[in-house]
């Protein structure tokens, strides 16, 4: 299994990136997706999440109204839409699978390897 998360990238405060992770997941649409984030020195955090049934969504109170998660199932692919970008967004950003949308990273079964996004002031 394996997730690929691209997109990343230097941007100024304000700006915006889209983040995207394709998962070679045979059955990708029974999978809650998730993004996490780290930034140096720090544990890494949730960020948002999409279930896999219904397709509702969750995220962290310090991206809520500026950042958006999405799922398209035929393309395996799950994308974090980041805009009003700020300079404490800057973080490596993981993708993960997992059986269920949740805010713990332990409830994940597999995780990309994230892509640095630096966002200046």
């Known amino acids: 299994v394996q997730l690929q998360a691209s997109g990343g990238g230097l941007v100024q405060a304000g700006g915006s990136l889209r983040l995207s992770c394709a998962a070679s997941l045979r059955t990708f649409s029974r999978y809650a997706m998730g993004w996490f984030r780290q930034a140096p020195g720090k544990e890494r955090d949730f960020v948002a999440a999409?279930?896999?049934?219904?397709?509702?969504?969750y995220y962290a109170d310090s991206v809520k109204g500026r950042f958006t998660i999405s799922r398209d199932n035929a393309k395996n692919t799950v994308y974090l839409q980041m805009s009003s970008l700020k300079p404490e967004d800057t973080a490596v950003y993981y993708c993960a699978a997992g059986g269920q949308a949740s805010y713990s990273s332990s409830t994940y079964d597999y995780w990309g390897q994230g892509t640095l996004v630096t966002v200046s002031s």
């Open positions: 999409i279930s896999w049934s219904t397709g509702r969504t």
